[in-house]
């Protein structure tokens, strides 16, 4: 298996573009996670899916922030626009149907730099 | 509300010496625990977890971890580092009121020395 496959792994962009991140869960899990790591706040949790829809969005920063899940194999974090605040590595998690606290297998993450 | 926080930021040890890194949670039941490693570069990966039963749990890579919950604590174990285990560590809770959110604590770096 691939395991969670992200892309871009580096993105640098200037404030006030667009930034879309990548997401491919393992094939067969059914639960989606994403997730933020800054220095000053550690690994926040920002929106969760399940079975392609969105549980949990309390995490998700602002308005400028959202994410989509339109298959089982693919979800996008989209930042419109970019601040510079928003720079941090993103993290994709995914997750078998076999439990709420069965094992999140974290991708290789995104680190984005806003200019 | 659930919380984890981990004392040390930076601890430094040995190549083949003991390790223990120190993990508090903060919960009024029975907490789903969890360690979690993170290589340069690399997204995390499960080391190990307790739900319930026996307080010592056993993990990836030599890692065990005990469960003490008058300390309300969650501490990691390693007999003999290797230097490949130096890594980001974090500890972490399982939200019961919200199934599958994980609080995450600040994570202690751990560096080896040869």
């Known amino acids: 298996d691939a395991g969670v496959i992200q892309s871009p792994r580096h993105e640098v962009t200037e404030m006030g573009q667009e930034v879309t991140l990548r997401c491919k869960p393992i094939?067969?899990?059914?639960?989606l996670f994403w997730y933020r790591q800054t220095m000053m706040r550690g690994l926040e949790l920002l929106i969760y899916f399940n079975n392609n829809v969105p549980i949990d969005d309390s995490g998700m920063p602002e308005d400028r922030f959202s994410a989509k899940m339109p298959n089982a194999s693919f979800s996008t974090l989209k930042i419109q626009p970019s601040e510079p605040r928003d720079s941090a590595v993103y993290f994709c998690?995914?997750?078998?149907?076999?439990?709420?606290?069965?094992?999140?297998?974290f991708g290789p993450g995104t680190r984005l730099t806003v200019l | 509300a659930q919380s984890v926080t981990q004392p040390d930021i930076h601890i430094t040890v040995s190549e083949g010496a003991s390790l223990e890194l120190r993990c508090n949670y903060s919960y009024g039941a029975t907490p789903y625990l969890f360690w979690y490693v993170q290589s340069p570069g690399q997204g995390l990966q499960l080391l190990l977890k307790?739900?319930?039963?026996?307080?010592l749990v056993q993990g990836i890579k030599g890692f065990e971890a005990e469960f003490k919950r008058s300390q309300s604590s969650f501490n990691l174990r390693k007999p003999s580092v290797h230097w490949s285990d130096a890594a980001e560590y974090f500890c972490a809770v399982g939200v019961q009121s919200s199934a599958s959110k994980i609080i995450f604590g600040s994570g202690t770096r751990l560096s080896i020395r040869p």
């Open positions: 307790y739900f319930s039963g026996d307080t």
């Open positions: 094939s067969g899990h059914n639960s």
């Open positions: 998690a995914s997750r078998s149907s076999g439990g709420a606290w069965d094992t999140q297998y």
